[in-house]
């Protein structure tokens, strides 16, 4: 059995977050497919696990944990590996993990859900426009801020990076941006955390791509 279990599903990039946590840490993990599409989260199983309903969830030992960005600090300190040398980097990670949960991550998985996921019936081109226009809102705070630095923030790779990443590196098509909307800070960034050994796209990182499978 392995050192660490994660629920997780293909789609979900704040589960990606901790997969590619746990194999840039290069863990021993591995993934328990959760079925989001046909109700899983909402089963009395599930809220067993997780009373909040959500994807992923971080199973090490006796100890469980939600919420991707308390995942990322926990994997952190386990394994020594992209956290904080100074209490000012703390702080900085910090701010960019509740940033990114709240403005980029958040706007990202619900406008992508929405063009993709969601039955034709809930669909509305109103609130697609509002969706697209936070997520190119948080784009444009993350491209600037990259501008002239490498990492997000530190000198380094942090957990900051990974938990930006949440869906940043699912197929371009799947947001169906306007042709001019182009952030080259970002995809230099990018670049740099797909050199990191380890990395691994979310698609192949965890079960249930393409729909309809498990693996």
């Avoid at 969830?57 to 590996?81: A, E, R």
């Avoid at 034709?120 to 190119?136: C, P, Q, S, W």
């Avoid at 042709?179 to 698609?203: C, M």
Wanted: charged fraction near 20%; charge should be negative.
């Amino acid at each position: 059995m392995a050192d660490y279990t994660l629920h997780c599903f293909a789609q979900s990039g704040h589960s990606y977050k901790a997969a590619l946590m746990l194999a840039l840490c290069e863990a021993d993990w591995e993934p328990v497919f959760v079925d989001f599409f046909n109700g899983a989260t909402r089963s009395p199983e599930f809220r067993a696990v997780n009373e909040m309903g959500e994807c992923p969830v971080l199973v090490h030992g006796h100890t469980t944990m939600t919420q991707s960005g308390v995942m990322l600090d926990y994997l952190s300190k386990q394994f020594g590996k992209f956290g904080a040398q100074t209490d000012e980097e703390h702080r900085e990670i910090l701010r960019w993990v509740l940033w990114e949960n709240h403005k980029l991550n958040s706007f990202q998985g619900i406008y992508r859900f929405m063009l993709n996921f969601a039955p034709e019936a809930a669909r509305n081109d109103a609130v697609n426009g509002f969706l697209k226009g936070r997520v190119i809102a948080a784009l444009k705070v993350l491209d600037a801020h990259l501008a002239n630095r490498e990492w997000i923030a530190a000198d380094r790779p942090t957990t900051a990076d990974i938990a930006c990443s949440g869906y940043l590196f699912y197929p371009r098509e799947e947001y169906q941006w306007a042709d001019d909307e182009v952030f080259p800070n970002i995809e230099a960034w990018k670049t740099r955390v797909q050199s990191l050994p380890g990395w691994q796209h979310p698609y192949d990182l965890m079960p249930g791509y393409p729909l309809g499978t498990e693996g």
